[in-house]
C-alpha cells in the first residue's frame, strides 16, 4: 500500500519536473514542431519587441550594443528580465531608455510579493510578468513563480491596459500549471513511526490533510483554465494544462485525450510527448512509456532537459534494463548536478 502510494505522488510530479518550467516559455518556443528547435529563440525574438539597450540612467546609447547586450543574444544563456519604467513618464507610456533590468542569477534575492509591487507599480504587460514568473521556476523557486503569476491573473480580471488575447491566455495558463506543480509535493511522513497507533493515526491524517490540499490546488487550477478557454478554447497550453490536472488526479483516460488531442493538432510537441510518457508510466505500459521518453529526447535534446533522463531511466528499470537506468541518471545528473531524482536513482542502483 505504501508502495503504491509513492507510486502515485511521484508519477505526475515526474511529468511536471520534466515540462512545468518549459510551459511558461513563450508558445513559439516550445509548441513548435522539433524541427523548429534550433531557431526557437529566434522564433521566440521575432514575436516580441527587442529589449532596451541595459540601463545607464540617460538616454540609450546608439551604435553597437554593449557587451551585455551582445551576451544576452547568445542562446546559450538564459535572457535578463526586463521591466520599462512607466512612473517617471508622467502619462503612463514607457520609455526605452529607463528599465529595471533582473539578471536570472539576482532572482533568489527577489521576493516574489517585492516583484509584484514593482510589476503593478510600473503596470507591466501581463508578457513580464509571465517572463519573471519563468525566472522563479528556473531558479526552482516555483511556489513565488506560481503566486506571481496569481497576482497577474488578478490583474488581467481587472483589465490590464494594451494586453492582447494571447498574452491573457498565456498567463491564466500559465497560473494554472503553476498551481498544479506543486500537487503531490506535501511533506510526506518525515520521522513519523508507523509501528505504533498513534503513529499510524497520525500518519493518516496528514495524507487526510495533504489530499485536501492537493484538491484545493486542483480546483483553482481549473478555474484558471476554465477563463482561459472562455478567452480562446484553441490554446494548446491550455490543453496541456488540462491534461496535467486529470493525470494528477488519476484520470489518465482524459489525461490521454487531452495530450493526443495536442499531438495531432500540434505536431510532436515536447510537453504532450512528455504527457503520454507519464500517462503509459501510470498504466504501466513501460515500453510504451520508453518510447515516448526516448522520442522526446531524440527530437528536443536539450529542452527535454534532465528530468526527461530519469523518467527514461525508471522505465528501463521496470523493464529490468538496469544497466541502461544506470546510464540515464548519470546523463541526469551530469544535465543538471542538483537534480535529486537522478542522484537517489544512482544511489539505489548503485547499492
Request: glycine fraction near 8%.
Amino acid at each position: 500500500e505504501r508502495e503504491q502510494c509513492r507510486r502515485r505522488r511521484y508519477l505526475p510530479l515526474a511529468l511536471v519536473a520534466a515540462c512545468g518550467v518549459e510551459l511558461y516559455t513563450d508558445i513559439p518556443s516550445i509548441m513548435s514542431p522539433p524541427a523548429a528547435e534550433a531557431t526557437a529563440m529566434e522564433m521566440d525574438g521575432a514575436s516580441q519587441s527587442q529589449p532596451p539597450p541595459p540601463f545607464s540612467g540617460g538616454e540609450a546609447s546608439s551604435g553597437s550594443p554593449p557587451p551585455q547586450q551582445q551576451l544576452e543574444n547568445d542562446p546559450a544563456l538564459p535572457p535578463s528580465l526586463h521591466i520599462p519604467i512607466t512612473s517617471l513618464a508622467g502619462d503612463g507610456s514607457s520609455s526605452n531608455a529607463h528599465y529595471i533590468e533582473i539578471f536570472p542569477e539576482e532572482i533568489s534575492d527577489i521576493p516574489s510579493a517585492a516583484l509584484a509591487k514593482v510589476l503593478t507599480d510600473e503596470d507591466a504587460p501581463l508578457s513580464t510578468w509571465s517572463d519573471a514568473a519563468l525566472l522563479y521556476v528556473q531558479d526552482r523557486s516555483a511556489v513565488q513563480g506560481s503566486d506571481l503569476l496569481r497576482e497577474a491573473c488578478k490583474r488581467e480580471e481587472t483589465g490590464v491596459s494594451g494586453a492582447n488575447n494571447e498574452d491573457r491566455v498565456r498567463t491564466l495558463a500559465s497560473a494554472g500549471i503553476a498551481l498544479l506543480t506543486q500537487v503531490n509535493r506535501g511533506g510526506g511522513l518525515g520521522g513519523t513511526d508507523l509501528s505504533d497507533e498513534h503513529g499510524a493515526g497520525a500518519a493518516a491524517a496528514a495524507a487526510e490533510d495533504l489530499e485536501q490540499r492537493d484538491e484545493n490546488f486542483r480546483q483553482m487550477s481549473d478555474k484558471q483554465f476554465n477563463r482561459a478557454t472562455k478567452i480562446d478554447g484553441l490554446f494548446p497550453m491550455t490543453w496541456i494544462g488540462r491534461g496535467l490536472l486529470h493525470l494528477t488526479a488519476g484520470r489518465t483516460d482524459q489525461a490521454q485525450f487531452f495530450f493526443e488531442t495536442t499531438l495531432k493538432q500540434c505536431g510532436q510537441v515536447l510537453p504532450a510527448l512528455l504527457g503520454m510518457a507519464a500517462v503509459r508510466f501510470k498504466k504501466e505500459d513501460y515500453a510504451g512509456a520508453l518510447e515516448m521518453y526516448g522520442r522526446a529526447m531524440a527530437l528536443f535534446p536539450e529542452k527535454s532537459g534532465s528530468e526527461t533522463r530519469v523518467g527514461f531511466g525508471l522505465a528501463c528499470y521496470r523493464l529490468g534494463q538496469v544497466d541502461r537506468a544506470k546510464a540515464a541518471f548519470r546523463r541526469a545528473h551530469a544535465m543538471d548536478a542538483k537534480n535529486v531524482e537522478a542522484m537517489v536513482g544512482l544511489a539505489i542502483l548503485d547499492l
